[in-house]
């Protein structure tokens, strides 16, 4: 999970909380949260056990066919095999005409019944539920953004090495591909190519094979890989590219017209430069997530039992991390039974995140924030005023007024781009004129993942 850079100047009052399960039916955006995410599991699960009922279905009826089409073959054999004996059989000779007459009319309404209605009518009914294409858009740019994040090679993340750990996993010829067809729409060329030939790769590697419904055309990858080298003003090499497609496709047309314009773009322009393979520009925050900042702190662990009164008999670990601005990190804060709690109670009402734009008033969905978010009053229940109760004992401050607590839930990608997190009270008077500006901020870190993410504080 990638999270991004913050900017803070002590901020409001959130709580953090990685989630297990669960969201509304009707939400979108699947990719931005586990949770989301979750729920497709639970509805792919759904959908295999209704292939593998269709999959029963046709293998019954197939049973049912075979089992006819053995008997009536050995009778059919034995009858053409002696003729004449079996037609003077008078037996035999009704059996015939009443065959004719009437088994291969119902054969014929047999063959005509639909197998797997009730499947299909299934798969139609959970088309509403599916991810939509600006789901697989928003899921291509968050592996995008992980890949140019931490600079890894598109060979390592398809087979599964992320930001130098194996996994147990990788990415098959139609995961490449969608990442190259995205990449190639966003006219990022230099990427798109890179993706397209791992496409490639899977397919002519002879261990791997897509089931047919699924089966890609290499010919057509291979032509979306030559559209990608022609941009880059790699004409030759999409000239290579192009002649082997032709090599495996029978409908040759658009592909020799495609091979006569590449040629005459190698005669008219045959000293054009292949444009150079632009990375993205490497900031603080990229330095950042890939764990360049040095560490130079020489501060301490304490046991604080000043900030309440409630602290002299139950200390709280606490490290300084930094002074300047302020900022303490809190050990053992939260039970796994208050963990659980919290996402039971956050589940049902994840909802996309927004950002306040200062210009227009509202809060807006944004691409710089991708996760699911909910918010508990103090009031909601027991747990919700223990937590509160904890935050005033952790910093001081009387929370009476505060923001509600925030859950928040990130997905594939997920992250919130860098930001100050007050809102500057001499332009947002809306939102802050009743409780003043936000002054500081509480996070709760409850979620542990495998594969690493960052928070930068700059």
């Not at 059996?95 to 299909?120: A, N």
């Not at 009476?400 to 008077?429: I, P, R, W």
Request: hydrophobic fraction near 40%.
């Amino acid at each position: 999970m990638l999270l991004a850079e913050w900017k803070f100047q002590l901020l409001a009052m959130a709580l953090l909380l990685g989630m297990v399960s669960g969201q509304e039916d009707n939400e979108k955006s699947h990719s931005t949260s586990i949770a989301g995410m979750v729920e497709l599991l639970k509805l792919e699960d759904q959908l295999v056990e209704n292939l593998s009922q269709y999959a029963d279905e046709l293998e019954q009826k197939l049973r049912t066919v075979r089992g006819f089409v053995t008997g009536m073959r050995k009778e059919n054999q034995l009858a053409l095999n002696q003729t004449e004996h079996y037609l003077a059989n008078p037996l035999n000779a009704f059996s015939l005409i009443r065959r004719m007459q009437q088994d291969w009319t119902h054969w014929q309404y047999y063959m005509q019944q639909e197998v797997g209605l009730k499947q299909l009518n299934f798969v139609k009914e959970m088309q509403q539920l599916l991810p939509t294409s600006t789901d697989l858009e928003e899921a291509a740019a968050s592996i995008y953004r992980i890949h140019s994040t931490y600079d890894m090679k598109v060979s390592d993340i398809v087979k599964g090495l992320l930001n130098g750990k194996q996994y147990a996993v990788s990415l098959n010829a139609l995961d490449s591909y969608a990442m190259g067809k995205y990449l190639y729409d966003q006219q990022n060329f230099g990427y798109a190519c890179q993706w397209i030939f791992q496409a490639i790769e899977w397919l002519k590697n002879g261990k791997h094979k897509l089931p047919l419904p699924l089966a890609l055309d290499l010919s057509e990858v291979s032509r979306l890989y030559a559209e990608s080298l022609i941009q880059m003003n790699r004409y030759a090499d999409a000239l290579n590219v192009i002649n082997s497609a032709l090599s495996l496709k029978t409908d040759k047309v658009k592909l020799l017209l495609r091979k006569s314009e590449v040629e005459h773009l190698i005669r008219t322009h045959p000293n054009i430069a292949p444009k150079p393979f632009v990375k993205q520009v490497v900031g603080a925050y990229e330095h950042g997530c890939r764990g360049h900042f040095p560490v130079r702190s020489q501060l301490h662990c304490v046991y604080n039992s000043t900030n309440s009164p409630f602290l002299r008999l139950a200390p709280l670990k606490m490290e300084l991390v930094g002074l300047d601005p302020y900022m303490v990190l809190y050990h053992d804060v939260i039970s796994d039974k208050e963990i659980s709690e919290l996402q039971s109670l956050a589940v049902p009402s994840l909802k996309r995140a927004t950002v306040f734009q200062q210009a227009t008033g509202r809060n807006t969905v944004v691409k710089t924030r991708t996760s699911k978010v909910t918010w508990l009053a103090d009031g909601f229940n027991n747990l919700t005023g223990v937590l509160n109760r904890r935050v005033m004992d952790m910093t001081g401050f009387n929370v009476v007024g505060s923001e509600m607590l925030q859950v928040m839930n990130y997905g594939l990608g997920g992250h919130y781009d860098k930001h100050y997190d007050y809102f500057n009270s001499s332009l947002a008077t809306n939102l802050t004129k009743m409780n003043g500006d936000r002054i500081a901020t509480v996070l709760f870190y409850v979620s542990e993942k495998d594969i690493h993410f960052s928070y930068l504080f700059v």
